[in-house]
């Protein structure tokens, strides 16, 4: 079982639907990544967050560092957030390492 | 532009080459990382290179070298590699500690397929 893992593993919505995404760990952490991957390749750093709530947008993300869950949701969904995204934590006493999940494919059709 | 520079883009090398990945931030940041992306697997730490600490994942084969002349600067050098080392290597940087620590910032990663 990895340590951190992302459900759904692949999410189709229609435009202008809520969409969101899971993220449950197994480790302790200091923090938690929500990245963005386009086809292309390039990431793209979302939210870094040890505690509570961070709003950027139409992106919301959420943590519960007791119950080790993570979510990432996005409100009024675009066909341009079709993208792979990715929750990656960092294990607590290691600054630099980072553990990923296997990401969640997301299609917003228009 | 995130201000990570990635080149080449795309490689193709055969089993005997020798190669090298190029990346450069232009960020001030004091952390510089390779990652692996395999199909259908989740993103691998390959190197770290910080102010702190050097951390190379043990996993990662001989036939890949990492270099880091300075701050901005990181290469991985690549020598006799395998078909199944074929995938997109990621570069990132970040900045740290103190506040702001931690935000990762990638390029837009090198294709790499080995014939």
């Known amino acids: 079982k990895n340590e951190v893992e992302q459900s759904p593993q692949n999410l189709t919505a229609q435009e202008g639907e809520f969409i969101t995404i899971n993220c449950s760990y197994s480790?302790?952490?200091?923090?938690l990544h929500w990245l963005q991957q386009h086809p292309g390749g390039g990431i793209v750093s979302l939210f870094m967050?040890?505690?509570g709530k961070k709003k950027h947008g139409r992106l919301i993300a959420t943590i519960n560092i007791q119950e080790k869950h993570s979510s990432l949701h996005i409100t009024a969904s675009h066909p341009r957030d079709s993208a792979v995204y990715i929750c990656?934590?960092?294990?607590?006493?290691?600054?630099?390492?980072?553990?990923f999940g296997s990401g969640t494919q997301l299609t917003v059709l228009p | 532009e995130t201000g990570v520079t990635q080149t080449p883009r795309h490689l193709v090398m055969g089993m005997t080459n020798k190669k090298s990945l190029k990346c450069e931030q232009h960020?001030?940041?004091?952390?510089m990382y390779w990652y692996k992306q395999s199909a259908k697997k989740p993103l691998e730490l390959m190197f770290v290179?910080?102010?702190?600490?050097?951390?190379e994942n043990n996993s990662v084969p001989s036939r890949f070298s990492p270099e880091c002349p300075n701050s901005s600067h990181l290469f991985l050098h690549l020598h006799t590699l395998q078909p199944e080392d074929s995938a997109l290597y990621l570069c990132?940087?970040?900045?740290?500690?103190?506040?702001?620590?931690?935000?990762?910032?990638f390029g837009e990663g090198s294709r790499l397929t080995v014939l």
């Open positions: 990132a940087s970040s900045q740290g500690p103190g506040r702001g620590a931690g935000e990762l910032f």
């Open positions: 480790v302790g952490i200091s923090a």
């Open positions: 967050l040890s505690s």
């Open positions: 990656a934590v960092i294990r607590s006493g290691s600054a630099r390492q980072l553990t």
């Open positions: 960020l001030g940041h004091n952390a």
């Open positions: 290179y910080s102010l702190e600490e050097r951390v």
